[in-house]
C-alpha cells in the first residue's frame, strides 16, 4: 500500500519481556516519527529520524526504550524489560522532511498490552 | 515548553448544527499548525494545516485560521454530519515534532 504500515497491530506481552514493533514509511519518505499514545490522550512525540539518524531521542521516556533505523527506510521500536505503565498505542508516522510545514502521515499503531 | 490547550469534550450537537473548537497554543519561534481526526479504531488522519499568520486551512468543510497575534487555530465547521464523529487533535509543529494537546470527542447524533 501507499501509507505507513506498522506490525503488528496487536501485541500482548507478559511484564519483563521484550518486544520489537516495526514501521515501514511511505517510499520516499526521508523523515520517521514515532509516537506514544495513552488511552484517552493525545500522542506524545518519542524520537525522530532523518534518513538513518536519530536526530531527537528527547521523548523516549527510558533507556529500556530503544529505537533503530539502519537503512534510512524501515523503523523498530524496541522495549526492553516491559513494565504495565508501557502499555499504549504506538503510532509511526512518516513525511518528505521533517521541519516547516510538511504533513507527518501515519500508521494505524500498534496496541501493545503488558500483563 | 510548547503546549497545547483545546477545549474539553466531548462536544455533542444534532446533524447540520454548526462547529467550533478552540484550539490555542504556546510555542517557540513560528510554528506550523494542524488539525488532525482520529475516526473509531482508526489512526490519525491529517485534516488541515496552515503554515504562516493569517493562513486559512481548509478541509472536508472544516476551517481554521492561524491567529498569531492570539496563538489561536480554532476549528470550524457549518453543518456536521454523523459521520464528522470522532476526535480532533490540533498540533503545532515545531522544530522535528508535532505537540498533541488531549483531543476533544465530537458526537453528532441525528
Known amino acids: 500500500g501507499a501509507g505507513v504500515s506498522q506490525s503488528p497491530r496487536y501485541k500482548v506481552a507478559k511484564r519483563g519481556q521484550d518486544v520489537a514493533l516495526r514501521c515501514d514509511p511511505i517510499?520516499?519518505?526521508?523523515?520517521l516519527f514515532w509516537y506514544q499514545q495513552a488511552l484517552g490522550q493525545g500522542p506524545e512525540f518519542l524520537t525522530y529520524?532523518?534518513?538513518?539518524?536519530?536526530?531527537?531521542k528527547s521523548g523516549l521516556p527510558s533507556d529500556r526504550f530503544f529505537a533503530e533505523r539502519p537503512e534510512g527506510s524501515v523503523s523498530t521500536l524496541k522495549i526492553q524489560r516491559t513494565q504495565q505503565e508501557d502499555s499504549a498505542v504506538y503510532l509511526c508516522?512518516?513525511?518528505?522532511?521533517?521541519?516547516?510545514?510538511?504533513?507527518?502521515?501515519f500508521g494505524d499503531g500498534t496496541r501493545l498490552s503488558i500483563l | 515548553g510548547d503546549s497545547v490547550t483545546q477545549m474539553e469534550g466531548p462536544v455533542t450537537l444534532s446533524e447540520e448544527a454548526f462547529l467550533t473548537i478552540n484550539c490555542t497554543y504556546t510555542?517557540?519561534?513560528?510554528?506550523?499548525l494542524f488539525w488532525y481526526v482520529q475516526y473509531p479504531g482508526e489512526g490519525l488522519q491529517l485534516l488541515l494545516k496552515?503554515?504562516?499568520?493569517?493562513d486559512k486551512g481548509s478541509n472536508k468543510g472544516f476551517e481554521a485560521t492561524y491567529r498569531k497575534e492570539t496563538t489561536s487555530f480554532h476549528l470550524e465547521k457549518g453543518s456536521v454530519q454523523v459521520s464528522d464523529s470522532a476526535v480532533y487533535f490540533c498540533?503545532?509543529?515545531?522544530?522535528?515534532?508535532?505537540?498533541f494537546g488531549t483531543g476533544t470527542r465530537l458526537q453528532v447524533f441525528p
Open positions: 508516522a512518516s513525511s518528505l522532511v521533517g521541519q516547516g510545514g510538511q504533513p507527518q502521515h
Open positions: 517510499s520516499g519518505h526521508v523523515s
Open positions: 529520524f532523518q534518513n538513518e539518524a536519530q536526530l531527537d
Open positions: 510555542a517557540t519561534g513560528y510554528p506550523s
Open positions: 496552515a503554515t504562516k499568520a493569517d
Open positions: 498540533a503545532p509543529h515545531n522544530t522535528d515534532k508535532l505537540i
